[in-house]
T-cell receptor, first 111, second 114 residues
Framework: GQSLEQPSEVTAVEGAIVQINCTYQ??????LSWYQQHDGGAPTFLSY????GLEETGRFSSFLSRSDSYGYLLLQELQMKDSASYFC????????????FGKGTKLSVKP | NAGVTQTPKFQVLKTGQSMTLQCAQD?????MSWYRQDPGMGLRLIHY???????DQGEVPNGYNVSRSTTEDFPLRLLSAAPSQTSVYFC?????????????FGQGTRLTVV
């Protein structure tokens, strides 16, 4: 089967840096994705790592270590609008299209 | 460009009723999927389709049917609604292969079964 583990909640202050970790177990692996979801909204894509290393997109970075089945999302210069839930997800299994999600990390950014 | 469109946005059903959640995408994506989201459970895959005429089960398929007669549409049917199916349902689409496999989500259908 497939499983992803990530912390359920994280709290940080404006301007700080926060790291959300994700460990996964899958049969077959094509890459690790991160999605953001604000309360009442739909998930939106943040980043995708197919290979080991760091991918940077503005204030957000994502890291993957395939040998450790581990990745993280790094959010810098936190803003109040970053308060949301963050999901890691893997594409795996028989169809490359299947996205399997973790249970999500609720990030609260305090003033 | 509309992206992924889900209807309805809200629905209340009585136990035993049936209904169809509609999902349409205009990005010519081969891959479409349905998820349900419950508090503390993340998004769980119900059914998916890798192209017109092809569907398969995800993690939690019981109580749901799907069909894919066109590339654009992927409806989800609840044959006999149960309170356990109270949830938020999301439809998603993506290109199926390699590279930047971003999934695009509809705005969700909030379903309550009483």
């Amino acid at each position: 089967g497939q499983s992803l583990e990530q912390p359920s909640e994280v709290t940080a202050v404006e301007g700080a840096i926060v790291q959300i970790n994700c460990t996964y177990q899958t049969s077959g692996f094509y890459g690790l994705s991160w999605y953001q979801q604000h309360d009442g909204g739909a998930p939106t894509f943040l980043s995708y790592n197919a290979l080991d290393g760091l991918e940077e997109t503005g204030r957000f970075s994502s890291f993957l270590s395939r040998s450790d089945s581990y990745g993280y999302l790094l959010l810098q210069e936190l803003q109040m609008k970053d308060s949301a839930s963050y999901f890691c997800a893997v594409r795996s299994g028989g169809s490359q299209g299947n996205l399997i999600f973790g249970k999500g990390t609720k990030l609260s950014v305090k003033p | 460009n509309a992206g992924v469109t889900q209807t309805p946005k809200f629905q209340v059903l009585k136990t035993g009723q049936s209904m169809t959640l509609q999902c349409a995408q205009d990005m010519n994506h081969e891959y479409m999927s349905w998820y349900r989201q419950d508090p503390g459970m993340g998004l769980r895959l119900i059914h998916y389709s890798v192209g017109a005429g092809i569907t398969d089960q995800g993690e939690v398929p019981n109580g749901y049917n799907v069909s894919r007669s066109t590339t654009e549409d992927f409806p989800l049917r609840l044959l006999s609604a149960a309170p356990s199916q109270t949830s938020v349902y999301f439809c998603a689409s993506s290109s199926p292969t390699g590279m930047n496999t971003e999934a695009f989500f509809g705005q969700g259908t909030r379903l309550t079964v009483v």
